[in-house]
């Protein structure tokens, strides 16, 4: 394969990866690590797991019990928003998400006080670094904006 072909998608991960937000997720990752073994790592790498392609979303099963892998990345995502919020505006912000894996249901329930299930949870993530980081600036302007626009609610 030429260069040509393979650096528009390089030069797109690496800006992606140098995005606020990106950083920041990847700084919430390496300070969950207590071992030293993501240490040597890139940022890509340890957001591999994020990247799920069309191809691996064919070979997660339909329904089953939540990947606790997948809760970690879904609240590591969030916690990222939740953390690149406070960068800007510096208000104390948490994500109030709480996952956790539930018995295979085959259907969604949902209604005035009972829990959601979503059968598609286990393919939670982006096709791109592009767009992880996309996803993630998305949600922290659109709180930034929600906060600014109304500062004394956010400081309530």
Known sequence: MSDAAVSPAANED???????FVKC???LIRSQESYCLW????DATLLADF??????RHVFPGMGYSDPDV????????TAVGLAIAERFRP???????MKPVRPSGACFSGAGSWSFCPDLHQFGFETFRQLAEAG?????????ATEACPDVARA
């Open 14 to 20: 690496v800006a992606a990866l140098a995005a606020p």
């Open 25 to 27: 997720l990847v700084r």
């Open 39 to 42: 240490e040597g790592r890139s």
């Open 51 to 56: 990247i799920v392609t069309r191809k691996k």
């Open 71 to 78: 809760l970690w990345r879904l609240d590591m995502f969030y």
């Open 92 to 98: 104390v912000t948490s994500p109030i998400v709480e």
């Open 137 to 145: 600036t998305k949600l922290v302007d659109d709180a930034t904006a």
